[in-house]
């Protein structure tokens, strides 16, 4: 990647991050319309983005921004007041943004510019009458005459900018970008080696650009330079409208006009030699050849015009930075011990004056403390990278306030959302999976939770309903909550639906647990009918299914007339799990150890108690069981010890993983299986051991569901009669 486009880059990130704030802002001021603050803060957005854009090619973003900030600007002077047609406005504005910084990123995306002139207009329409007297029309997209002018630019920027962070070769490229341009580098302030300061820049630029863009767009390049930087911007010719202005200005004219010379200096030059100026004024040392390459660049400009007609980062805190780089250089001191005491050349000598099985016992002795810090070093930068990755959750809440109030408009509800837990660190890979999920739910609690004031008045609730959206740690895992404070869920319709759909028989007994699960069977709704926003528990079994190959597990609770809650536990990470890594027939399997309950011997006597079954009995129950051998048809020789089962848990439902040995914990490093074993059932990935030996890691849920299933058929098989399914025999 080119520094430039490297710049570009950072610019959409830093455009999307000021957009997420734009939004979040826009909405606290419809909060307060008289927190000066805020719009400050949105009008400080917006400029950034005209400015920014405007230097990185994003012209069109520019220059449209360039229209929300003049509004803005009137909104911090007091001449436009606080409004819902402005918040609206605003809103529209950010979305037009977006969609016009998706669409500069190659993603097919097509922009109405109908839609976008009438935002224009609309904006227009709230600027006060007189701040328009002088204001150029802008000419739509579809303008095919555009009036070019030639603008003579001499930018001079201070010896430091670099050390500023400003690089002026992207601004140069910047100009570029809005006509046909010439830029000639003026090398004559270049002091001797001896005096020269590598990190100071002695460059100064002649311009000449030729563009119909505006005086403005050009000084919208040099935004963020302008203050400490000599910069000038002259008219020198527009499109020849008349055969006078048809004329090409003359070399020696331009010169003086720009004040590289003076009429008498010219007439000095001229009068022995009434041609080739340009090469005169360099014989006699009068002009650089810089300033006459820039001057013959201007004129060919004047001459013939012309029109000219996007990698995921993730910011990190620098004390997360400072962490790992002293981690690292603690490993480069310890790598350089464990050298030092490995090496042997010069061992040689001190063998022949002591036993070699002496010195080796004093190498290991030395070698242990090293080792030990190493492991802890380790362990540390392990949990230093993984922090790395690690972002706030409210990264993804503050969108939710945007859906609650647009949507809630929509419907004819008045709807608040309240937020807790956004500082709750997860995985970022977590994060990005979750969002559409989270969107689903919290559209759900919107269209079919909570009802109209109306109907909220007439069961003695506040008109205004409430959705409180929350993250909290649990241990090593993460609860993220929706709730919605409506009519709740009631186990009779559910019981009513199930048996409707055959899921149930109507004489089950189920528990009202039991009967909230239901709702995450596919095609399951209780709604009494279907919108164009959602149906309670429409798409209910995408979110359990994706929460399950997250690692995690999801559950509703509810009580009629009053609340529904579902509540999302998941991983800190999806990088390094805490496993128990146990042994079939010589292969490795990996169990994540967050869903391990508990591990015992699989003894004879609690294979007879089953009578058949693959079940053993626990203090509170009976526990389904399912052999990793015959699941994954292992043929090595069962070993002679008694096998051991791992009782495992998701989802309120328990069952065991029957393994030949259980050998230890282990943090294992997960890696995605080649999509050629993408879809094997039952696992989810795996890692790679000290030794490179490859093991698989289980999925527990999917393992879960089978024995469910399986346990549903052997049960059905054996009042039939019938032979049961291989992989649950009785051992």
């Known amino acids: 990647m080119s520094k430039t486009d490297m710049y570009i880059e950072t610019y959409r990130q830093e455009a999307e991050e000021l957009l997420n704030d734009i939004e979040e802002t826009i909405l606290n001021l419809e909060q307060n319309p008289h927190n000066r603050e805020f719009v400050n803060r949105l009008f400080r957005s917006m400029h950034t983005i005209k400015g920014s854009g405007a230097m990185f090619g994003f012209n069109d973003i520019a220059r449209f921004a360039h229209h929300v900030e003049t509004v803005l600007d009137h909104v911090r002077n ?126 100064f630029w002649d311009i000449s650009l030729t563009t119909s863009l505006g005086i403005n767009t050009i000084k919208d390049v040099f935004i963020f330079v302008e203050e400490n930087s000599l910069i000038t911007i002259e008219e020198i010719m527009k499109d ?19 004040g590289d010379t003076t009429p008498e200096e010219i007439n000095k030059v001229l009068i022995p030699h009434q041609n080739r100026i340009g090469e005169l004024f360099i014989e006699s040392g009068t002009i650089s050849p810089d300033k006459i390459k820039s001057a013959l660049n201007e004129q060919k400009a004047a001459n013939k015009q012309k029109t000219k007609v996007r990698t995921a980062n993730v910011r990190v805190s620098s004390h997360k930075l400072d962490k790992l780089i002293s981690l690292v250089g603690e490993l480069v001191m310890t790598q350089a011990r ?93 994060i990005e999976r979750l ?58 319709v559910i019981r009513t639906k199930a048996v409707e759909k055959g899921l149930i028989s109507e004489d089950a007994e189920l528990s009202e647990q039991e009967l909230f699960a239901l709702v995450f069977t596919p095609g399951f709704s209780t709604a009494g009918q279907v919108t164009n926003v959602s149906g309670r528990g429409v798409g209910l079994d995408v979110v359990k299914r994706e929460v399950d190959s997250l690692g995690g597990s999801v559950q509703l609770t509810s009580k009629k007339g009053h609340y529904l809650r579902i509540s999302l536990s998941l991983p800190l990470t999806l990088a390094i799990i805490d496993s128990l890594l146990t042994d079939v027939g010589g292969s490795l399997f990996v169990l994540p150890l967050l869903q391990v309950e508990k591990c015992a011997m699989l003894t004879k006597d609690l294979v007879e108690k089953s ?21 994954f048809n292992i043929s090595a020789e069962k070993p002679s010890s008694e096998e051991q089962i791992v009782i495992v848990k998701t989802d309120n439902f328990r069952v065991g993983i029957v393994v030949d040995k259980i050998i230890r914990n282990i943090q294992a490093v997960i890696k995605s299986l080649d999509k050629n074993y993408q879809d094997a059932d039952g696992i989810s990935g795996a890692t790679i051991m000290g030794n490179g030996t490859v093991a698989l890691i289980i999925d527990i849920p999917k393992l879960i569901s089978c024995a469910r299933e399986e346990e549903e058929k052997t049960l059905k098989n054996i009042m039939q009669g019938q032979v049961r399914f291989p992989g649950f025999s009785d051992g």
């Open 435 to 492: 969002d559409d999920l989270l969107v689903h739910l919290v559209r759900n609690s919107i269209d079919h939770g909570i009802r109209s004031p109306e109907e909220r008045k007439h069961f003695d609730k506040s008109r205004k309903g409430t959705i409180r959206l929350t993250a909290a740690h649990k241990g090593d895992r993460v609860i993220i909550s929706v709730e919605d404070d409506g009519m709740g869920m009631d186990p009779e």
């Open 240 to 258: 020849a409208t008349t055969e006078q202005d048809d004329l090409v200005p003359r070399l020696g004219d331009i010169l003086v006009e720009r």
């Open 338 to 430: 464990i050298s030092q005491i490995s090496t042997v050349e010069d061992d040689f000598e001190d063998m022949k004056q002591s036993p070699p099985s002496e010195r080796l016992e004093q190498m290991i002795k030395e070698l242990a403390n090293p080792v030990e810090i190493l492991e802890r070093l380790t362990a540390d930068l392990r949990e230093c990278a993984l922090n790395m990755r690690m972002l706030p959750i409210g990264t993804i809440f503050g969108k939710f306030r945007r859906l609650v109030r647009d949507l809630s408009a929509e419907l004819g509800k008045d709807i608040q959302l309240v937020t807790d837990g956004a500082k709750t660190e997860l995985d970022k890979t977590i």
């Open 611 to 631: 009578h058949g079954r693959n079940m053993i009995q626990e203090k509170d129950g009976l526990i389904p069981f399912i052999r990793l051998r015959e699941l």
């Open 78 to 203: 007091d001449k436009i007041s606080v409004t819902d047609n402005l918040i609206n406005l605003v809103l529209a504005s950010r979305d037009q943004i977006k969609m016009m910084l998706d669409a500069a990123d190659d993603t097919g995306m097509v922009i109405d510019v109908a839609i976008r002139n009438k935002l224009i207009s609309a904006l227009k329409r709230l600027v006060p009458d007189e701040e328009h007297v002088g204001e150029k029309t802008v000419e739509s997209e579809t303008s095919v005459e555009e009036h070019e002018t030639t603008y003579r630019i001499r930018f001079r920027p201070v010896p430091d900018i670099i050390k500023t962070g400003t690089d002026p070769a992207p601004l140069l490229n910047e100009l570029s970008n809005l006509g046909e341009c010439r830029v000639v580098a003026l090398t004559e302030e270049i002091p001797t080696l001896d005096k020269l300061i590598p990190h100071h820049c002695y460059l």
